[in-house]
């Protein structure tokens, strides 16, 4: 009980409330990451606790989750009876570490756990009280997204939200700031029936011509209420397919939208009787874009615009697109991180042959993987469009501002034709692999992606990808889509 007190106080004191959590020291043989930048102090704390208690007493709350990502981007949460909540706030909650990082009892060769902390062992969830929200689509209970650490109060160097801490920060000390948002594809199928003896999933086809709205107008006004505001929705190309975006946010506040709606569709759709998923019949997965412009550290001025106004990407930009174009193998790996995602890679590819296609990037053209746009009201802005909608958006977000910020630390000397509007420094022959496993390899062979995620996450997430290709078929991956990837 002594060592548990001991263990228990050290966590406490380390990440009491912390809202935000400072950059890994990389050179670190153990990757420690380096003191929170913001603590609340007790006053501080204790008007945010008494402005939560009257929420609580307001809509007469029962049951609060501490949500955290799993590294499929899915959310793993433990309820406690609100009159727990203060006490929870201070202490932590408790939760097995193998619900966050999915393997069964992986090898000790093949994973550098800080400190030898196993598999089977518990990490705390610590609340960042800013997130906490009354949870409109679920009776009398709130939620909030929690960051994770080990017992022994070090960040879990495995958790996504903490990597996209981490980069937003090295984006702040570099004087930038990410403004962005999310835009998710995903498709709503009726009810499971059985045909001869094999559970079939219809799209709820009426959807299509958006006859049947009440779904998507309650779960858009609950995720406003949830803090997600979104900019528009529409149904999407396929029947039952929907297209949702959202406002553009600066900070890790577009990747806490996105997990907060990957739960809040799924709860939502069951109170009509049906089943929402990012998964498509067809067997591709759909997209999920990050759009995204670099601003200065006070959020007053776009760094992508260009100050004749013309339709082109400024200096930084350029930077930025070549950072992107020069990593973006290692990126598919992680905005597409399933056989099904990266199918529609090679959709409009003639060479049934081909291992790999090229990366493209054009001005207000959607083919591309990165889409330049200067229209909208906003600046410009570039659209990644190599993720699919089941890829984890905290990785997502923190992948992008990786390879971006190494094109803006590493292209200085970038040469530019003075009379090209579109001229930009460019990588020779970027490619992007079809095939999950030279992904893999692409991901372990990049050294700006290994140093800015960290060796822990890189060696365990290319475990896990190839446990999942070692185990899993056709039909297990489309129901594991259709049932856990929301």
């Known amino acids: 009980m002594s060592k548990l007190r001991r263990t228990r106080k050290k966590v406490i004191k380390s990440h009491l409330c912390s809202t935000q959590v400072r950059e890994m020291n990389t050179s670190n043989s153990n990757d420690r990451a380096r003191n929170s930048t913001q603590i609340l102090t007790p006053p501080q704390l204790s008007s945010k606790m008494k402005h939560i208690k009257q929420e609580m007493a307001k809509n007469h709350l029962q049951f609060v989750r501490f949500e955290a990502t799993d590294l499929h981007g899915v959310s793993r949460s433990k309820t406690i009876p609100a009159y727990f909540f203060q006490e929870k706030v201070t202490q932590g909650v408790f939760m097995p570490r193998g619900y966050l990082e999915l393997i069964p009892n992986p090898k000790d060769n093949e994973l550098n756990h800080i400190r030898a902390t196993c598999f089977n062992s518990d990490i705390v969830l610590m609340p960042e009280l800013s997130t906490f929200r009354v ?12 960051d994770t650490f080990t017992v ?19 984006l702040q000390d570099a004087g930038f700031s990410l403004f962005s948002a999310f835009l998710y594809d995903f498709c709503i199928f009726g009810v499971p029936e059985v045909i001869n003896s094999k559970a079939v999933s219809f799209p709820a086809s009426t959807f299509l011509y958006n006859h049947d709205q009440p779904f998507m107008q309650e779960l858009v006004d609950g995720l406003y209420h949830t803090g997600a505001t979104v900019e528009s929705f529409s149904s999407s190309t396929r029947p039952g397919q929907m297209e949702i975006c959202f406002l553009p946010e600066f900070g890790i506040s577009s990747a806490d939208n996105a997990f907060t709606l990957r739960t809040g569709v799924k709860e939502v759709a069951r109170k009509y009787n049906y089943i929402a998923s990012f998964f498509v019949e067809t067997g591709f997965c759909n997209s999920g874009i990050l759009s995204h412009s670099v601003w200065d550290v006070s959020g007053k001025k776009n760094m992508f615009c260009c100050s004749s106004g013309a339709e082109q990407l400024a200096g930084p930009g350029k930077k930025w697109l070549a950072g992107l174009l020069k990593h973006s193998a290692a990126l598919s790996c992680l905005m597409a991180p399933a056989v099904s995602c990266r199918k529609r890679y090679c959709k409009d590819s003639k060479d049934l042959k081909a291992t790999s296609v090229p990366t493209t990037w054009g001005y207000n053209d959607n083919s591309c993987a990165f889409n330049i746009k200067s229209h909208g009201g906003r600046g410009t802005q570039i659209e990644n469009k190599l993720g699919s909608a089941t890829a984890n958006p905290y990785l997502v977000l923190a992948a992008t501002v990786a390879a971006g910020l190494d094109g803006l630390q590493s292209c200085e000397d970038a040469s530019v034709g003075a009379g090209d509007s579109t001229g930009i420094y460019q990588p020779p022959a970027a490619e992007i692999p079809l095939k999950l496993e030279d992904a893999l390899v692409a991901l372990e062979e990049d050294q700006c992606l290994r140093q800015a995620l960290g060796e822990t996450f890189i060696r365990y997430f290319v475990a896990m990808k190839k446990y999942e290709l070692e185990n899993e078929e056709t039909d297990a991956e489309r129901n594991k889509f259709l049932e856990y990837f929301i």
Do not use: D, F, H
Request: net charge positive; charged share 25%; aromatic share 6%.
């Open 135 to 146: 949870l409109p689509w679920v009776e009398r209970t709130a939620r909030v997204i929690c």
């Open 152 to 170: 022994t109060g070090e960040p879990l160097l495995t958790s996504p939200r903490y990597m996209a801490k981490r980069q937003l920060n090295q």
